[in-house]
Every structure is written in structure tokens, then in C-alpha cells.
């Protein structure tokens, strides 16, 4: 008879355990996916790889020209040209924010302007599609855009087909998709071609010639700078300078969230080889006669040992299989889902590199080790005499206690991360639910900005334009009110505020309070500035015209807290308050509201509580600005706040296109949310919340099938001691709480220890929650109920199968 190689006695002994080998193979491929995923995303952050070709040798030329009579800028891209180590240049600049229509979704983002080569000096391929030619830097009608903003809003099509942006009036087919790694790098999301004649002197792309270096190229470009000051400038010219800034960017700071990630991936891997051990385990217990009788017909230990470690080694094999299947759909659902704010953040998209194979493959040999080492050796030190003399295959107990310290440590990093998912998931809902006080989701902010060098013209054009803007936006259907967006800091010298009953003995307040957290301080605003954003006066009234008026005394409204602590046994309304203490020579401001408590700022945080901070609003005649020489001048820039009805989406692209005609030439018009910074700041906390909820379900699914794994063995090894009880009198029920009792002693113990793991290793993520602190009961209770409850329902059918359990039949085989 042909003698049986190793490799074909472990396939064989696989295939007799189809249960064995999917819940093993799951554990790993799950295990080893997310990890490899964050692995990537850590290698992308840390060791950034642009698509650029040979990108140290690129540079991007910022000038800034201070002289009356500034050299043209052929003049000084001739000269750039001239110099020996510049191998080609191009123009490129960026415009403001604007609001685009992309796929559908309407939103700010950044447009950059590419001059003519700019692409092909960056050497760059397009993902999808085409760059731009000279036909379309002629027309300027077409646009190209990042890969995040295809991921995101185009749903990552293969193919480009009528994709279109709309800006403004105008809608740009989208001709190509860059690569990949350029959002961070040109730090622009959408594309459009330029001209030669209109780029101007914004910037330049410079190539420097291969063994050239920016401590070479620098000081060529300060001598050059030099010259063409003294050959197109006066002596009270301050000159040109020049900003070189390379296109290779720096690695990100691997912050205490991103640690947090590595710990939970590196969390679910340990689950997983614990979820393999603990199989092999169980399963090294069912085979112990196998091992003692071939040990008896003189197999050396090493031979049984080298056995367990192959079936582990093709587990972990099936499960690198799985694991890019995981891989793949985690760092596509990554590219879909993270927005744009995460890249600022320290948070970018994955990246292939040998270190994240390497990794990789160290995960690999890790969990082989790891899962299969101990039960390997278990397996070695099997005593031949002892198995063969025994009647069964297991006794009547001490099976499940071989592996309950395994599989409780399994379930405490489990319960670890679930406790991180319970307190982000808590922030967020915090987050959604926040009640600023007045309409924020209907509000909006309309800006019209100028060029620095044209924003100035009398201050009677100044009045004229703004008044222009608001009967424009006013006239917008949809728009239900809009007031001029005036409101900027008090500028008052001192932070206290007294109040006339403050000379009596009464209170005074620090406004500088919580100031940096958005909230508190002195505001000075226009009129009807609290009907607008639909925030309630509790007593007096709202600012009027004739408070601005600039021989009037002005106006102040007070939040409640500051009322009640200036004036707390009596009305505020009709009062007066100071800045200063009592020698100031500040005015007198009659108090003629008082408004209910609210948070504008733009960073709520639900721990800045009613006591916080104080809050004044005033009303004052509209300051004109002045130049240098002390001459009045205005302003070609407008900013409105702008409330709107149910359509605020439409309304804002409407409200965009009614200032369009009144923005100055290289000007932008722009709206946005009024409470836009705080949905930033909600979408990331969403992405992490997902990010961090799949892998604690990943641990949770992994937990939950360990322990029914090894419920299950444990089960089986001990029908003869069930059988017997059933036999004695046991009832169904009495059986089937043995088994749960089991199983329910592990998921205490690990909860147990995993709520104080999980307590410590949330202040890794203290400061991505909003308004909660890491020690949180509700948030522990629902961690460990939710572990609790879904192992105990993946215990049941092992423990029905026990209840189950013919007596006769099982007495008999024995």
C-alpha cells in the first residue's frame, strides 16, 4: 500500500471539516483584509507617492510683485527660461471656491485655472479619458477632474460618457480623470484650461534639469528678481519675491485616531489567529486518539506538529484569498465614502507599495505563527497512552476549559473596539441632533469677492454696490430674507464688560471666555439680524435701521446668561452696559433686547453649556475703511446672509447666479451653508464613525463565531456526559443551560476586561468626539449588551444540538 503524503493526509482531513474550514478561512480573510487596508492607508499618509513624473525636480514659482510699475510677465517668464537649469515652464493659478453642480450634488470646492502644457510638464497620465490640447486651452469650455471627485460624486464610472460640471452659468464636459495622489499634491478638485493671454503673472510650474536642486535653483531666482526690480522700478519699490514650493508633499503626522486604527486592525487580527487557535485547539481535542495512535506506530512529534502548522498554512492561504476580496471592497468603500476634508486631516487614500505587501506578508506569517504555534505544540505532547486506553473521544468537562482563557481574551479586544464604535457612533448622533438655537439649515452665506489690487472705490460706490447685491439677492425666488453680513468682532480694547448697576457692587464679565471655542465674546452686527436667522427675542427687540444710524448711540442685545448675570433680579431691556471697568471712557450702550441662548459659532460643542461664556451683540454705524494715507475708501467686495425656503439648493445656485454680473473681472461669487465649517467637520466624524463601526462589527462577527466555534467542540466532547444526564432525568431546558452557562461565563470575562481596555484606549479618540468623554456608562452599557447578546444567540444552536442529543444512541457508540 502507497504510503500517504503529509500534504494529502492534511487536504483530506480539511475536507472532512467543511465548518471548520469556512468559519477558519473568514476569521482570516477578514482579519488580514482590513488590516492590509489600513496598512495602506497608513503607507499612503506616511510615505506619499505622487504620480508625477520625476517630482523632485518640480517646482511651483509664486511671485509677488510690489512696484508701481511691475515688469510684464512674458518679461519675467523669458527670464525664468533663461536661466541654465530650467528645463520647461508653464502657468497655472488658482481661483476661489466656488459652488459647482457635480454629478447631481451641489457643492464649494476648489477650480484650478492650467495654462497651456501644464499637464504634460507635470507628466502626468490621465485614470480615465484625456488631458487638455491646444484647442481647448483656446476654448476654455471643458474640465477635468481628480480621482476623489470621480470616487465621490461620479460614482467611479469606468467611463466618462456626458459627465459634466456645471459653474456658474456654464457647464464644462469632463474630458479626462487624473490619477490617484494629485489632490494632495495641486491641492485643486476640478480643472479648467486657460489661455496664455488671460493667466497672467499667477504662478509658474518649473522642471529643473536632471542634477539640479532647489538649493541651486533659489538664489538664481533672488538674482533674477533683483535685476528686473532695478531695470522696471523706483527706489520706493519694495520689489519682487518669489515663493518656491516643491510639488513632492510632506508626510502627514500619524495623529492618536490614525493609532487607533492601527490598534483595531491590529486588534482584529489578533481575534482572528485567537479564532484559529482556539479551532486548532478544539480540533487537536477530537483528534487526539489520531495523534496517539500514529505517535504508538512510532511518528516523531515534529511530524504532527509540522501537520497542525500546514493546515493552518493553508488556512491562512484560503484566507489571504478572502482577505482580497476584503481588501478591495474596504479601500473601494474608502474612496467612496471619504470626503475631501479627510485629506487635511491626515487621512488619504490608500496606496499600493511593496511596504503595504510586506506588511502584508508579515500579517501572514504572523497569524500563522501565532495561530498555529501553540496548538502545534499541544499537538506534539499528545501521550500516546493515555487516549488509546479511554473508551470515547473526550471526557466530561475538561474540554471547555483548555480553551476559555482563549477565547475571553478574544472577546475583550472584541469588546475594546466595540466600546471605541459605541462612543463614536454616540458623538455622532450628538452631532446630528444639535439644536443651534435658530433656522442654520436654511441659512446661507453669499459672497462676492475682488482681486486685492481692485478691491477699492469710493465710499459712496462702495454703499451703491452693496445695495445693488442685496436688492439682487432679495429678488431671488426663494430667498425669504437677506441683510448684509456685516458682523465682525466688537474690536473693543478690553474684555470686560460692566453694566451700570456694575458701579453699585454689581457683576462684570470677561467676554474673552471660551472665546476660542466659537462661543462668547462681542459681536457687532447689522439690523434685523436676529429675524433673519430666525433666532427668537425673548424680551425688546431686534435691531432696527436707526440704530446703524451714525448719530445714534447704537444698540446691544444680550444672550440670557449674560442678562441674568448682569441684571439678575431685574429686566435687562432699558439698562445700559460698558466695556472697561469703571474708569473707562467707553460709552454708554443702551441694552435694547435680550435673545435666546443659542451657539453661532461656527464650531458648536455641546460641553459649552449655558454657563459658559457671555455674549453681546451691538449695532454700530457701518465703519469705512481707509488707506494708508488716511483717505476714505470702499469696498467692491459684498457678503450677505441670506434665509431661505425648503429648496435650498436650488436657491443658493440661483442666489450665485444673480451676483455673477456683479463680480468684478478675476473676481468670484460664492454661497455656501452659514453653518458650512460645522457640516465639514459632521462629514469627516461620519467617515471615521464608519470607518471605525465596520471594524467593530468585523470584531464582533469574529468574536461571536470564536466563541460558537469552540462552544461547539466543547459540545461535542462532552454528548456523553449530557447523554448521561438525560438518562438520570435532565430535562431539554437543563442541558441547554449547561451549555449557555458555558458560554455566558466566557462573555462576562471578556466583557469584563475588555470595558476597561476599551475605557483606556478611547482616549486615543478624545479628540474626535464631539461634546462626550471617553469614560461613558451609556456607551459602555450598549457595548457590552450588544457583545453579550449577539454571542449568547450564536451559542444556541450548539446548545440546542446538545439538548437534542439521543442518550441510547450515544451510550451505544461508546
Same mark, same amino acid.
Given at each position: 500500500?502507497?504510503?500517504?503524503?503529509?500534504?494529502?493526509?492534511?487536504?483530506r482531513?480539511?475536507?472532512?471539516?467543511p465548518?471548520? !474550514?469556512?468559519?477558519?478561512?473568514?476569521? &482570516?480573510?477578514?482579519a488580514?483584509?482590513?488590516s492590509?487596508?489600513?496598512?495602506?492607508?497608513?503607507?499612503a499618509?506616511?510615505?506619499?507617492?505622487?504620480?508625477?513624473?520625476d517630482?523632485?525636480?518640480?517646482?511651483n !514659482?509664486?511671485?509677488g510683485?510690489?512696484?508701481?510699475?511691475p515688469?510684464p510677465?512674458?518679461?519675467?517668464?523669458r527670464?525664468?527660461?533663461?536661466?541654465?537649469?530650467?528645463?520647461?515652464?508653464?502657468?497655472?493659478?488658482f481661483?476661489?471656491?466656488?459652488?459647482? $453642480?457635480l454629478?447631481g450634488r451641489?457643492?464649494?470646492?476648489?477650480?484650478?485655472?492650467?495654462?497651456p502644457?501644464?499637464?504634460?510638464?507635470?507628466?502626468?497620465?490621465?485614470? +480615465?479619458?484625456?488631458?487638455?490640447?491646444?484647442?481647448?486651452?483656446?476654448?476654455?469650455?471643458?474640465?477635468?477632474?481628480?480621482?476623489m471627485?470621480?470616487?465621490?460624486?461620479?460614482?467611479?464610472?469606468?467611463?466618462?460618457?456626458?459627465?459634466?460640471?456645471?459653474?456658474? %452659468?456654464?457647464?464644462?464636459p469632463?474630458?479626462g480623470?487624473?490619477?490617484?495622489?494629485?489632490?494632495?499634491?495641486?491641492?485643486?478638485?476640478i480643472?479648467?484650461?486657460?489661455?496664455t493671454?488671460?493667466?497672467?503673472?499667477?504662478?509658474?510650474?518649473?522642471r529643473?534639469?536632471?542634477?539640479?536642486?532647489v538649493?541651486q535653483?533659489q538664489?538664481?531666482?533672488?538674482?533674477?528678481?533683483?535685476?528686473?526690480?532695478?531695470?522696471?522700478?523706483s527706489?520706493? #519699490?519694495? =520689489?519682487i519675491?518669489?515663493?518656491?514650493?516643491?510639488?513632492?508633499p #510632506?508626510?502627514?503626522?500619524?495623529?492618536d485616531?490614525?493609532?487607533a486604527m492601527?490598534?483595531?486592525? &491590529?486588534?482584529?487580527?489578533?481575534i482572528?489567529?485567537?479564532?484559529?487557535?482556539?479551532?486548532?485547539?478544539?480540533?487537536?481535542?477530537?483528534?487526539?486518539?489520531?495523534?496517539?495512535?500514529?505517535?504508538?506506530?512510532?511518528?516523531?512529534?515534529?511530524? $504532527?506538529a509540522r501537520?497542525?502548522?500546514?493546515?493552518?498554512?493553508?488556512l491562512a492561504?484560503?484566507?489571504?484569498?478572502?482577505g482580497a476580496?476584503?481588501?478591495?471592497?474596504? @479601500?473601494?468603500?474608502?474612496?467612496? /465614502?471619504?470626503?475631501?476634508?479627510?485629506?487635511?486631516q491626515?487621512?488619504?487614500?490608500?496606496?499600493?507599495s511593496?511596504?503595504?505587501?510586506?506588511?502584508?506578508?508579515?500579517?501572514?506569517? *504572523?497569524?500563522v505563527?501565532?495561530?498555529?504555534?501553540?496548538p502545534?505544540?499541544?499537538?506534539?505532547r *499528545?501521550?500516546?497512552?493515555?487516549?488509546?486506553?479511554?473508551?470515547?473521544?473526550?471526557?466530561?468537562g475538561?474540554a471547555?476549559?483548555?480553551?476559555?482563557?482563549?477565547?475571553?481574551?478574544?472577546?475583550?479586544?472584541?469588546?475594546?473596539?466595540?466600546m471605541?464604535t459605541?462612543?463614536? +457612533?454616540?458623538?455622532?448622533r450628538m452631532?446630528?441632533?444639535?439644536?443651534?438655537g435658530?433656522?442654520?439649515?436654511?441659512?446661507?452665506?453669499?459672497?462676492?469677492?475682488?482681486?486685492?489690487?481692485?478691491?477699492s472705490?469710493s465710499?459712496?460706490d462702495?454703499?451703491?454696490?452693496?445695495?445693488q447685491g442685496?436688492e439682487?439677492?432679495?429678488?431671488?425666488?426663494?430667498?425669504?430674507?437677506?441683510?448684509? %453680513?456685516?458682523?465682525?468682532?466688537?474690536g473693543?480694547?478690553?474684555? $470686560?464688560?460692566?453694566?451700570?448697576?456694575?458701579?453699585?457692587?454689581?457683576? *462684570?464679565?470677561?467676554l474673552l471666555?471660551?472665546?476660542?471655542?466659537?462661543?462668547?465674546?462681542?459681536?457687532?452686527?447689522?439690523?434685523h439680524?436676529?429675524?433673519?436667522?430666525?433666532l427668537?427675542? !425673548?424680551d425688546?427687540?431686534d435691531?432696527?435701521? =436707526?440704530?446703524?444710524?451714525?448719530?445714534?448711540?447704537?444698540?446691544?442685545i444680550? #444672550?440670557?446668561?449674560?442678562?441674568?448675570?448682569l441684571?439678575?433680579?431685574e429686566?435687562?431691556?432699558?439698562r445700559?452696559i460698558?466695556?472697561g471697568?469703571? %474708569?473707562?471712557?467707553?460709552?454708554?450702550?443702551?441694552?435694547?433686547?435680550?435673545?435666546k441662548?443659542?451657539?453661532?459659532?461656527?464650531?458648536?460643542?455641546?460641553?459649552?453649556?449655558?454657563?459658559?461664556?457671555?455674549?453681546?451683540?451691538?449695532?454700530?454705524?457701518?465703519?469705512?475703511?481707509?488707506?494708508?494715507?488716511?483717505?476714505?475708501?470702499?469696498?467692491?467686495?459684498?457678503?450677505?446672509?441670506?434665509?431661505?425656503?425648503?429648496?435650498?439648493?436650488?436657491?443658493?445656485?440661483?442666489?450665485?447666479?444673480?451676483?455673477?454680473?456683479?463680480?468684478?473681472?478675476q473676481g468670484?461669487?460664492?454661497?455656501?451653508?452659514?453653518?458650512?465649517?460645522?457640516?465639514r467637520?459632521?462629514?469627516?466624524?461620519?467617515?471615521?464613525?464608519?470607518?471605525?463601526?465596520?471594524?467593530?462589527l468585523?470584531?464582533?462577527l469574529?468574536?461571536?463565531?470564536?466563541?460558537?466555534s469552540?462552544i461547539?467542540?466543547?459540545?461535542?466532547q462532552?454528548?456523553?456526559?449530557?447523554?448521561?444526564?438525560?438518562?438520570?432525568?435532565?430535562?431539554?431546558?437543563n442541558? $441547554?443551560r449547561?451549555?449557555?452557562?458555558?458560554?455566558?461565563?466566557m462573555?462576562?470575562?471578556g466583557?469584563?476586561?475588555? /470595558?476597561?481596555?476599551?475605557?483606556?484606549?478611547?482616549?486615543?479618540?478624545w479628540?474626535?468626539?464631539? =461634546?462626550?468623554?471617553?469614560?461613558?456608562?451609556?456607551?459602555l452599557?450598549i457595548?457590552?449588551?450588544?457583545?453579550? @447578546?449577539?454571542?449568547?444567540?450564536?451559542?444556541?444552536?450548539?446548545?440546542?444540538?446538545?439538548?437534542?442529543?439521543?442518550?441510547?444512541?450515544?451510550?451505544?457508540a461508546?
Amino acid at each position: 500500500m502507497q504510503a500517504t503524503s503529509p500534504l494529502a493526509r492534511v487536504l483530506r482531513s480539511l475536507r472532512r471539516s467543511p465548518g471548520f !474550514v469556512a468559519i477558519a478561512t473568514l476569521s &482570516m480573510g477578514i482579519a488580514l483584509g482590513l488590516s492590509t487596508s489600513v496598512f495602506a492607508v497608513m503607507d499612503a499618509m506616511t510615505h506619499p507617492d505622487p504620480p508625477f513624473r520625476d517630482v523632485g525636480q518640480l517646482y511651483n !514659482v509664486s511671485f509677488g510683485v510690489n512696484m508701481q510699475t511691475p515688469p510684464p510677465a512674458d518679461e519675467i517668464v523669458r527670464n525664468v527660461l533663461a536661466l541654465d537649469m530650467v528645463e520647461r515652464t508653464a502657468g497655472w493659478r488658482f481661483g476661489w471656491d466656488e459652488m459647482v $453642480i457635480l454629478g447631481g450634488r451641489v457643492g464649494r470646492t476648489s477650480v484650478g485655472h492650467a495654462g497651456p502644457g501644464y499637464f504634460d510638464l507635470l507628466g502626468v497620465r490621465p485614470r +480615465l479619458g484625456r488631458l487638455f490640447g491646444p484647442d481647448d486651452h483656446e476654448r476654455m469650455d471643458v474640465a477635468i477632474v481628480t480621482d476623489m471627485v470621480w470616487r465621490r460624486d461620479y460614482a467611479n464610472r469606468a467611463r466618462i460618457g456626458d459627465a459634466s460640471v456645471q459653474m456658474g %452659468n456654464r457647464m464644462y464636459p469632463i474630458v479626462g480623470v487624473l490619477p490617484a495622489g494629485t489632490d494632495r499634491s495641486l491641492g485643486g478638485d476640478i480643472y479648467v484650461p486657460d489661455s496664455t493671454r488671460r493667466m497672467g503673472m499667477a504662478a509658474l510650474l518649473v522642471r529643473l534639469k536632471p542634477g539640479y536642486t532647489v538649493a541651486q535653483f533659489q538664489p538664481r531666482v533672488k538674482e533674477m528678481n533683483e535685476r528686473l526690480a532695478k531695470a522696471f522700478g523706483s527706489p520706493k #519699490d519694495r =520689489g519682487i519675491s518669489a515663493y518656491i514650493r516643491t510639488l513632492r508633499p #510632506d508626510p502627514l503626522m500619524v495623529r492618536d485616531f490614525h493609532r487607533a486604527m492601527i490598534g483595531a486592525a &491590529m486588534c482584529i487580527l489578533l481575534i482572528a489567529c485567537a479564532n484559529v487557535a482556539a479551532l486548532m485547539l478544539a480540533r487537536g481535542v477530537v483528534k487526539r486518539r489520531d495523534y496517539a495512535l500514529r505517535l504508538a506506530l512510532g511518528a516523531r512529534p515534529i511530524e $504532527i506538529a509540522r501537520e497542525v502548522v500546514a493546515e493552518v498554512g493553508i488556512l491562512a492561504i484560503a484566507g489571504c484569498v478572502a482577505g482580497a476580496v476584503v481588501t478591495s471592497w474596504f @479601500v473601494g468603500l474608502i474612496g467612496r /465614502a471619504m470626503p475631501p476634508e479627510m485629506e487635511w486631516q491626515g487621512f488619504v487614500q490608500p496606496q499600493w507599495s511593496w511596504r503595504v505587501l510586506a506588511l502584508a506578508m508579515g500579517a501572514v506569517v *504572523t497569524s500563522v505563527a501565532v495561530a498555529g504555534g501553540f496548538p502545534a505544540w499541544m499537538a506534539s505532547r *499528545t501521550d500516546p497512552a493515555g487516549p488509546l486506553k479511554e473508551s470515547s473521544g473526550g471526557n466530561t468537562g475538561r474540554a471547555g476549559t483548555r480553551f476559555r482563557w482563549l477565547v475571553m481574551a478574544e472577546l475583550a479586544i472584541a469588546m475594546t473596539l466595540l466600546m471605541s464604535t459605541s462612543l463614536m +457612533l454616540k458623538s455622532i448622533r450628538m452631532m446630528e441632533r444639535y439644536d443651534f438655537g435658530y433656522a442654520n439649515a436654511r441659512l446661507l452665506r453669499a459672497v462676492v469677492g475682488a482681486p486685492w489690487r481692485q478691491d477699492s472705490t469710493s465710499v459712496e460706490d462702495g454703499f451703491r454696490l452693496q445695495q445693488q447685491g442685496l436688492e439682487a439677492v432679495r429678488a431671488v425666488p426663494g430667498v425669504e430674507a437677506a441683510i448684509p %453680513n456685516v458682523g465682525t468682532s466688537c474690536g473693543q480694547r478690553v474684555p $470686560i464688560l460692566m453694566s451700570d448697576r456694575s458701579v453699585e457692587g454689581g457683576a *462684570t464679565l470677561n467676554l474673552l471666555q471660551n472665546l476660542y471655542r466659537g462661543s462668547g465674546g462681542c459681536r457687532s452686527v447689522g439690523p434685523h439680524f436676529f429675524s433673519t436667522l430666525g433666532l427668537r427675542i !425673548v424680551d425688546g427687540r431686534d435691531f432696527e435701521e =436707526g440704530d446703524a444710524a451714525p448719530d445714534a448711540a447704537g444698540g446691544a442685545i444680550l #444672550d440670557e446668561k449674560t442678562a441674568t448675570r448682569l441684571f439678575p433680579h431685574e429686566r435687562a431691556v432699558g439698562r445700559t452696559i460698558r466695556f472697561g471697568n469703571a %474708569n473707562s471712557a467707553e460709552p454708554w450702550i443702551p441694552v435694547v433686547g435680550v435673545v435666546k441662548d443659542h451657539m453661532l459659532g461656527f464650531d458648536p460643542h455641546p460641553e459649552m453649556g449655558a454657563d459658559s461664556a457671555a455674549t453681546v451683540f451691538l449695532v454700530q454705524a457701518p465703519r469705512v475703511r481707509t488707506n494708508r494715507a488716511g483717505q476714505s475708501r470702499g469696498s467692491r467686495s459684498m457678503s450677505f446672509i441670506v434665509r431661505t425656503g425648503p429648496n435650498v439648493d436650488e436657491v443658493s445656485l440661483r442666489v450665485m447666479r444673480a451676483l455673477v454680473p456683479l463680480t468684478p473681472a478675476q473676481g468670484r461669487a460664492g454661497v455656501i451653508p452659514w453653518d458650512d465649517d460645522f457640516r465639514r467637520q459632521l462629514r469627516t466624524e461620519q467617515f471615521l464613525s464608519l470607518v471605525f463601526t465596520l471594524l467593530g462589527l468585523a470584531s464582533l462577527l469574529l468574536g461571536a463565531a470564536g466563541l460558537y466555534s469552540v462552544i461547539s467542540y466543547v459540545a461535542s466532547q462532552r454528548m456523553r456526559e449530557f447523554a448521561v444526564r438525560i438518562a438520570l432525568g435532565a430535562t431539554k431546558e437543563n442541558v $441547554i443551560r449547561l451549555v449557555m452557562r458555558e458560554a455566558f461565563t466566557m462573555a462576562i470575562g471578556g466583557t469584563a476586561v475588555g /470595558a476597561g481596555l476599551g475605557m483606556w484606549a478611547a482616549f486615543l479618540l478624545w479628540e474626535r468626539m464631539w =461634546g462626550i468623554y471617553p469614560v461613558d456608562v451609556e456607551a459602555l452599557v450598549i457595548a457590552e449588551l450588544t457583545l453579550i @447578546v449577539v454571542t449568547m444567540v450564536a451559542c444556541i444552536v450548539p446548545a440546542l444540538r446538545a439538548a437534542r442529543s439521543d442518550p441510547l444512541e450515544i451510550i451505544r457508540a461508546a
